[in-house]
T-cell receptor, first 116, second 113 residues
Framework: GAVVSQHPSWVICKSGTSVKIECRSL??????MFWYRQFPKQSLMLMATSNEGSKATYEQGVEKDKFLINHASLTLSTLTVTSAHPEDSSFYICSARDRGYTDTQYFGPGTRLTVL | KNQVEQSPQSLIILEGKNCTLQ??????????LRWYKQDTGRGPVSLTI?????NTKSNGRYTATLDADTKQSSLHITASQLSDSASYIC????????????FGGGTRLMVKP
């Protein structure tokens, strides 16, 4: 099946710093990628939809100035958490949409962010 | 409002036993339903996908069923193994312009020796 990678797999940073997370579709082109956040023992919550070549669409309650999304190519989307705070600590998962006949989203392995 | 409800929230079974997880949804219009397995600290991995016309799909020891009339799905795990311990998430895709996904809350399964 299709492969989606994320980098880094985990990161620890100080409060106030910015952290960039990369999401790559390795063997298919993804015009649309999605960013999710998952807190312990909870399901995935969609943060934003990233469209190649255009602005991301953010879900209600998600600050677009805090969570910067760039989808510069058909295989790469980045999420930058700006001025991170401890409450931003979470598991961030991306998915990439393969518009084959099943129109399937493939999930990355996730990035564990810990803000001290 | 599109919703996906899963039950039970958590389940403990002994190795070798079978179990069935339930998923009820209200997503309309319906496009497809997927079951994912998510190991702790990892991203979800697809187990099965079913469209409106399919009522059963197997993947090894995993068998999913779909009743589009009652909007219910189940995931049956046969002869459970310790490695089956994970969260199982039911995800329904709506047939709207964005084919957005609606996630269930997941069932946390623990298989004990």
């Amino acid at each position: 099946g299709a492969v989606v990678s994320q980098h880094p797999s985990w990161v620890i940073c100080k409060s106030g710093t910015s952290v960039k997370i990369e999401c790559r579709s390795l063997d298919f082109q993804a015009t649309t990628m999605f960013w999710y956040r998952q807190f312990p023992k909870q399901s995935l919550m969609l943060m934003a939809t990233s469209n190649e070549g255009s602005k991301a669409t953010y879900e209600q309650g998600v600050e677009k100035d805090k969570f910067l999304i760039n989808h510069a190519s058909l295989t790469l989307s980045t999420l930058t958490v700006t001025s991170a705070h401890p409450e931003d600590s979470s598991f961030y998962i991306c998915s990439a949409r393969d518009r084959g006949y099943t129109d399937t989203q493939y999930f990355g392995p996730g990035t564990r962010l810990t803000v001290l | 409002k599109n919703q996906v409800e899963q039950s039970p929230q958590s389940l403990i079974i002994l190795e070798g036993k079978n179990c069935t997880l339930q998923c009820n949804y209200t997503v309309s219009p319906f496009s497809n339903l997927r079951w994912y397995k998510q190991d702790t600290g990892r991203g979800p991995v697809s187990l099965t996908i079913m469209t409106f016309s399919e009522n059963t799909k197997s993947n090894g020891r995993y068998t999913a069923t779909l009743d589009a009339d009652t909007k219910q799905s189940s995931l049956h795990i046969t002869a459970s193994q310790l490695s089956d311990s994970a969260s199982y998430i039911c995800v329904v895709s709506g047939e709207d312009a964005g084919n957005m996904l609606t996630f269930g809350g997941g069932t946390r399964l623990m298989v004990k020796p």
